[in-house]
């Protein structure tokens, strides 16, 4: 198969590392259907050549429903689905609304199960791959972001239980794990932060979830990898007989390493120490 005929799916890709996916592999030829929720994004989208866009929102099934009919009526079949939206909820446990878990949820896991499903017939037809963007915070669990962080563990489960099921059917699963990428993701961080941080006043949590997200916050500005950076990895993998089951795609790989073996206990002790100077 010559790469034009590679026809790829992207949820999320109305900014960040959904949008630098469907720029980069539109401009190496791979035909782009590219998921957003607004107009102003599809219609935007759409002016980019080797991209359709479609109104995908993961928590409607009508609009997956109808972006799945649509490609079906394409008759392109479907190689590749990127699940890549996502969004963000954070903030001490013990003073989280349920709401937040079920918002969380109902975007990162359940409405990337919807999608998944939904597209399955096309991937089991073309013996395609799925690849999902998971995050660093997908093995390693951060205080204050634990909404986060166990969706995209969640989802690494969810991920190794559908490899293994698909094995025998020729469909690929792939996670891909990024560190910090510069993305709209930290801007909509300090949105939620100032709302957290309201809803925090007279808390316990209050001053260490305020200095943990602000410090998040700023690195993942000024020190996030270029959304390009995914997207090359991306295309990498699209082009891969026989890829690995995971990426991990940062500067600081040794630390994630460390991270990986270290015992709970030592990293636990870190957390401490800082949380004992800001208390
Ligand atoms: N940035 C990082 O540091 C980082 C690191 C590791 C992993 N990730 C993961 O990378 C993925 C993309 O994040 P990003 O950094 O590129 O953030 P982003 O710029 O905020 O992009 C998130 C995308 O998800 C879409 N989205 C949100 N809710 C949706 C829904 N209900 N249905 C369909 N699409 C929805 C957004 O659409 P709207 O524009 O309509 O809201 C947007 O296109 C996420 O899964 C994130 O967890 C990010």
Same mark, same amino acid.
Request: without cysteine; aromatic residues 0%; proline residues 8%.
């Given at each position: 198969m010559t790469i034009s005929n590679y026809y790829v799916l992207i949820t999320g890709?109305?900014?960040g590392i959904g949008r630098a996916c469907a720029e980069l592999l539109a401009s190496r030829g791979v035909k782009v259907y590219a998921g957003a929720r607004k107009q102003d994004d599809i219609n935007k989208l759409n002016k980019i050549e080797n991209i359709i866009a479609l109104e995908i929102d993961l928590t409607k099934q009508d609009t997956i429903d109808n972006a799945i009919d649509y490609i079906k009526t394409q008759k392109t079949g479907l190689d590749v689905l990127i699940n890549n939206a996502g969004i963000t909820r954070a903030g001490p446990l013990m003073e989280l609304p349920i709401e937040d878990l079920y918002e969380q949820f109902e975007v990162n896991l359940f409405g990337l199960h919807r999608i998944t499903k939904a597209v399955f017939p096309l991937l089991l037809e073309s013996k395609g791959k799925i690849i999902m963007i998971s995050s660093d915070s997908g093995f390693f669990a951060t205080p204050f972001f634990g909404p986060y962080c166990s969706s995209k563990f969640a989802l690494e489960g969810y991920s190794d239980s559908l490899r293994r099921e698909l094995l025998i059917f020729g469909v690929k699963v792939v996670i891909i794990e990024p560190g910090?990428?510069? /993305?709209s993701i930290w801007q909509k961080g300090e949105e939620l932060l100032k709302i957290l941080l309201e809803r925090l006043k007279g808390s316990i949590f209050e001053k260490i979830a305020k200095e943990v997200g602000e410090y998040a916050i700023e690195k993942g500005k /000024?020190?996030?990898?270029?959304?390009r950076e995914i997207a090359k990895l991306v295309y990498k993998i699209i082009h891969i007989k026989e890829p690995k089951t995971r990426y991990l795609i940062a500067p600081d790989k040794l630390r994630y390493r460390l991270i990986k073996i270290l015992p709970d206990k030592i990293i636990d002790k870190k957390f401490e120490k800082e949380f004992k100077k800001i208390k």
């Open positions: 890709a109305s900014s910090r990428v510069n /993305t /000024t020190e996030g990898l270029n959304p």
